[in-house]
Nanobody, 122 residues
Framework: QAQLVESGGGSVPSGGSLSLSCAVFGYSYTRRCVGWFRQAPGKEREGLATISGLGGTTYADSVKGRFAISQDNAKNTVYLQMNSLGPEDTATYFC????????????????WGRGTQVTVSS
């Protein structure tokens, strides 16, 4: 089974930037798609960005132009660069791996990390 470990969360002021990392351990088939999601208290889990094994990317409208997903295949690591952060971006951020084609739907992802907290102060 794949294991995913997020890192890089923290607290930043509004307008700041953070870079999250997701280390993926396990079978290579899980690299078919890796995605970033977030969940704020009382809200549903939201798909933010995905990247396929070949590097194709998709973004949610809420983060398009502000967030960028990338990967380093040699390190089995996927990154999420987050810029122009606002208080509405405060949430727990998760990475996940899918055996299927990329989608922003969390139900398409089988393996999940434990999450990393991002807090943006106004």
């Amino acid at each position: 089974q794949a294991q995913l470990v997020e890192s890089g969360g923290g607290s930043v002021p509004s307008g700041g930037s953070l870079s999250l990392s997701c280390a993926v351990f396990g079978y290579s088939y899980t690299r078919r798609c890796v995605g970033w999601f977030r969940q704020a208290p009382g809200k549903e889990r939201e798909g933010l960005a995905t990247i396929s094994g070949l590097g194709g990317t998709t973004y949610a409208d809420s983060v398009k132009g502000r967030f960028a997903i990338s990967q380093d295949n040699a390190k089995n690591t996927v990154y999420l660069q987050m810029n122009s952060l606002g208080p509405e971006d405060t949430a727990t951020y998760f990475c996940a791996a899918s055996q299927y084609f990329c989608s922003l739907l969390s139900t398409r992802f089988t393996f999940w990390g434990r999450g990393t907290q991002v807090t943006v102060s106004s």
